[in-house]
């Protein structure tokens, strides 16, 4: 049975038995009885282990209890520092296989994954995970969400490695260098991450993928502005595709683009406002001639 919280986010069955493990990882800081003193203790929670339970509860697991993915010992608290090193399990362990999630082509998503920059250059250690918190990720590439929404949340996925140094350098030992550096090609940074997304650039095409996973290299990268600056732009297989392509049919391109805030130059290219603006100039030209011709008359 789902239930609401008071924020009105969707929660489950598991709601009760999560509620003890969020008393502690859902804040900062946490109280317990020491056993050995009798006292009561309060302490700071290491920040890679506080978890928002309303982002939990909005996102894909919401219907699992904790010790559904985590050890039940989990439930004796203070936990056992060994526990910390308890493998996770990745997107297949649960998914692989399940003909419920056959249509999310999960083994090839695994396979893409595995060509990408990252598994290639940082192997096993570089999971699902550490880019998609399984505490909180949701599925956005479906109707109900708008493009800017889609586009602001995957971005930020990207982002919380590569703008926060703190969290590349638990890959790497060099100092990542400014994003706004690194894209200096792009005549307004700001406004092309508002309204794209990083993979739009960075992964290889898979038409049978909502999202390709297989980051390439950034040497690879897309840098040609005519890709996407097009009518036959590279976003209308990507981002654009998760719109309703009904909509489209009835709409045109052009009002589904805007109506979708999706607006990127070049690519809504419309021949009627074509043919009427080539109309309109020719009739502003045609009337620059007459007036001319009466002026020189008198």
Not at 151 to 168: A, E, P, Q
């Amino acid at each position: 049975m789902l239930m609401a919280t008071e924020d009105n986010a969707i929660v489950s069955d598991g709601f009760e038995a999560n509620k003890q493990c969020f008393d502690c990882h859902g804040q900062r800081f946490y109280s317990f009885e020491n056993q050995n003193t009798g006292l009561i203790e309060r302490k700071a929670m290491n920040p890679n282990y506080v978890y928002s339970q309303d982002a939990y509860y909005r996102g894909v697991h919401k219907n699992f209890a904790c010790t559904d993915c985590h050890s039940p010992e989990y439930e004796t608290w203070p936990h056992q520092a060994e526990l910390r090193l308890e493998p996770m399990y990745t997107c297949l362990d649960c998914h692989g296989g399940d003909p419920t999630y056959e249509h999310l082509h999960f083994e090839l998503l695994e396979e893409e994954f595995l060509k990408s920059v990252h598994a290639e250059r940082i192997g096993d250690a570089f999971t699902c995970w550490k880019c998609h918190d399984p505490h909180s990720y949701k599925r956005m590439t479906t109707g109900e969400f708008r493009i800017s929404e889609i586009v602001s949340y995957h971005n930020s996925t990207c982002m919380n490695c590569h703008s926060n140094n703190d969290h590349y350098q638990l890959f790497s030992d060099d100092i990542k260098p400014g994003l706004e550096k690194i894209h200096h090609f792009l005549p307004n940074f700001k406004l092309h991450f508002s309204a794209v997304r990083c993979i739009e650039c960075h992964t290889s095409s898979a038409d049978t993928l909502w999202v390709n996973h297989n980051i390439l290299p950034k040497e690879n990268a897309v840098k040609n502005c005519i890709e996407c600056h097009s009518t036959s732009t590279i976003l209308m297989a990507s981002l654009y595709k998760y719109q309703n392509i009904e909509g489209r049919k009835e709409r045109g391109f052009l009002n589904a683009v805007i109506l979708n805030e999706a607006y990127v130059i070049g690519a809504n290219r419309n021949e009627y406002l074509n043919l009427i603006s080539i109309i309109l100039f020719g009739l502003t030209l045609a009337g620059i001639i007459i007036h001319t011709i009466f002026r020189l008359m008198k």
